[in-house]
């Protein structure tokens, strides 16, 4: 078969191949907005299988059944087995014997320093007691681009960050038209976030 690889229809014609692979080994396919879910059930076995661009990510319970899904995936593709998940897609996961935690570390770092932040007091109060934001808090922030990209950063970081989900969620609503007080809003936001870094979801 003529390789692929750096062709504009390459990731097309991956997950069109990929796709009618899995179904053959009766996967059932479900499309999500980012990425995409093959889930197989044999029994009380369960194997789920995520698929983001090239990458996979399988889990399951039932660990020789997954290992034999993999034998018959190399069957069709070239793989590489990276054993289990450390980081994937800005979050980072720490497995334990009894819990698996998941964080964004290095991704609220990265955003820090994207905004020129790295150097803020670390807060532990995310928002000001009783706060509430207007359309109209000071006059308009100079660039809404900046915001927005701010905010948008923030709404990803609420993937394993549920505490800031309310605060984000306000911001969220002033994309149009932000003003002074909503920027220093979402700066405090990342002044929680430098004192918070360590938070994250623990899965037992």
Known sequence: MKSLYGLKQAQRA???KLTEHLLKLNFKHYDLDDATLFVKKVGKIVVYLVVYVDDLLMTGNNESYIASIKKELRKGFEITNLGYIHYFLGIEVTQHPKSIFLSQKKYIRDLLNRFCMTECNPLTILMEQNLK???????????ATRYRQL?????YLTTTRLDISFVVGILSGFMQKPCEGHWSVAKRVLMYLNGTQDFGIKYT
């Open 14 to 16: 991956w997950y069109e």
């Open 133 to 143: 934001l207007t359309s109209i808090e000071g006059k308009e922030f100079e660039d």
């Open 151 to 155: 905010v948008g950063s923030l709404n």
